[in-house]
């Protein structure tokens, strides 16, 4: 009796040993069978840069090798099954629970992997539109998306015409308020104000009692208004 409990735990733990094998050597397999293109072999070449996709399309990948691995893993346990069966054995535990569950297994496996296409597809089209990858799916080169933008910016500018400045409380996009403390400090109150289209230089000091407000801003813009 001992010696039959013995062989089946024998028998056991070579079928846990044989699918173990099984599954490094398909690891194996795909590990060898990746494209060396993949990985550059000269140093000085750096690899190329990865479209916004990526990411969805390494988890397709991944399911891909998912269901692969379970079909064969079922097919694998199957002929182990058959083959215990002449010998009036049956399978491990674990290795028939997996058998049980397979279906339930593929059915979630290949929704994940409709899900994912879709997504992949919905963010390939947005790449294309934002002109990030070919029609094929690989991406552009940095320097040609770079030409492409600047080429796009130009062709904006040429259509929208001349610019105009803000009429108001700035001077070429810089805010009145800037000299504010310094007009206050000067005693200026709310007389007109003629706006002029120059950048600021750095405020300096000066005898502003006795000019006009247009005076005070034309001398801090070191220009001649009179």
């Not at 990865?50 to 002929?79: C, P, T």
């Not at 400090?185 to 005898?207: K, N």
Request: proline residues 3%.
């Amino acid at each position: 009796m001992n010696t039959r409990l013995l062989k089946d735990d024998c028998n056991v733990l070579e079928d846990t040993l044989s699918a173990q094998e099984f599954k490094l050597q398909k690891l194996e397999e795909r590990f060898y069978d990746r494209q060396l293109h993949d990985f550059p072999l000269d140093a000085d070449e750096t690899p190329r840069q990865a479209s916004i996709s990526s990411a969805y399309i390494g988890n397709v990948e991944i399911l891909k090798e998912r269901l692969e691995f379970h079909e064969d893993e079922r097919f694998n346990l199957l002929k182990v099954k058959d083959t215990k069966r002449i010998a009036e054995l049956v399978l491990a535990s674990n290795d028939q629970e997996f058998l049980n569950a397979f279906d339930a297994t593929k059915c979630e496996l290949l929704d994940q992997l409709v899900r994912e296409q879709a997504e992949v597809e919905a963010l390939k089209c947005r790449c294309l539109a934002e002109r990030l990858i070919e029609q094929d799916g690989t991406p552009k080169d940095f320097h040609i998306r770079e030409q492409e933008t600047f080429d796009n910016e130009s062709a904006l500018k040429a259509g929208s015409g001349p610019e105009h400045e803000p009429i108001g409380d700035t001077l070429n996009g810089v805010f009145l308020g800037e000299m504010g403390e310094e007009m206050e400090s000067a005693g200026f109150g709310d007389d007109d104000v003629v706006f002029v289209g120059c950048r600021p230089s750095p405020l300096a000091t000066f005898d502003t009692h006795s000019r006009s407000k247009n005076q005070f801003i034309g001398d801090t813009l070191n220009l001649n208004i009179t």
